[in-house]
Each structure stands twice: as C-alpha cells, then as structure tokens.
C-alpha cells in the first residue's frame, strides 16, 4: 500500500512564509511527477505546482510564480513547498499528489496517490 501525507500547515499572517511537507511511505515504486494542489472554500481544487522525479523540472501555476517554490528529497521520498509573501487568497486546503510508476508482471503504467491534505489560513 501507498500513503501520502501532508503536513506543516497552520495560520500565517499575510506576508508571511509557510514551508508544508508531504511525504510518501509504503512500497517503494519510483515516483514519477510530484505535485501541490489547493482547494479554497468553495472553489475547485486547482494545481498549485510540481516537480518531475528525475530530473527535478518544476512547473507553476502563475499565482505562484515568484513567491511559491517547490522541492524534493529523493533519499526521504518527500516532497515541500515553500511559500512566501502569501495572501489571504492563498487560504486553502493543500493536497499532495504522487504519481508512482507501477511495474506489474512486466506492465508499467503510472498511478496516482493522493494525501488527505493540510489546511494553510493566512489571515491577521
């Protein structure tokens, strides 16, 4: 079995910074694409960004571009992001997604795991 758990979500201030983790345990397929996702009271979840396994290449969405940054730890399987100079509007749940490939009987194909999520309020 897969898990993936987030964590170091809580209240910032606005203008403050916030670093959450989230880290993947349990049978060791090799992970492909990591990736942050926020979902606002409200609204649809929306990618936040990610980074690809091998060769640490990372995409954002343009509300993060310049204040968000994302990083791994291949050796601890965790994945973080730092976020800067947040806004009120980056309130959300934030969810963690690992996608693992999987090599079944000689078959590869890629399959998703998602964390339960860690709440970021940024509020005064």
Same mark, same amino acid.
């Given at each position: 079995?897969?898990?993936?758990?987030?964590?170091?979500?809580?209240? !910032?201030?606005?203008?403050?910074?916030?670093?959450?983790?989230?880290?993947?345990?349990?049978?060791?397929?090799?992970?492909?694409?990591?990736?942050?996702?926020?979902?606002?009271?409200?609204?649809?979840?929306?990618?936040?960004?990610? #980074?690809?396994?091998?060769?640490?290449?990372?995409?954002?969405?343009?509300?993060?571009?310049?204040?968000?940054? #994302?990083?791994?730890?291949?050796?601890?399987?965790? !994945?973080?992001?730092?976020?800067?100079?947040?806004?009120?509007?980056?309130?959300?749940?934030?969810?963690?997604?690992?996608?693992?490939?999987?090599?079944?009987?000689?078959?590869?194909? !890629?399959?998703?795991?998602?964390?339960?999520?860690?709440? !970021?309020?940024?509020?005064?």
């Amino acid at each position: 079995q897969v898990q993936v758990v987030e964590s170091g979500g809580g209240l !910032v201030q606005p203008g403050g910074s916030l670093r959450i983790s989230c880290a993947v345990f349990g049978i060791n397929f090799p992970i492909y694409v990591m990736g942050w996702y926020r979902q606002a009271p409200g609204k649809q979840r929306e990618l936040v960004a990610t #980074i690809t396994w091998s060769d640490g290449s990372t995409y954002y969405a343009d509300f993060g571009k310049g204040r968000f940054t #994302i990083s791994r730890d291949n050796a601890k399987r965790e !994945v973080y992001l730092q976020m800067d100079s947040l806004k009120p509007e980056d309130t959300a749940v934030y969810y963690c997604k690992a996608s693992l490939i999987i090599i079944d009987y000689g078959n590869k194909r !890629v399959d998703e795991y998602w964390g339960q999520g860690t709440s !970021v309020t940024v509020s005064s």
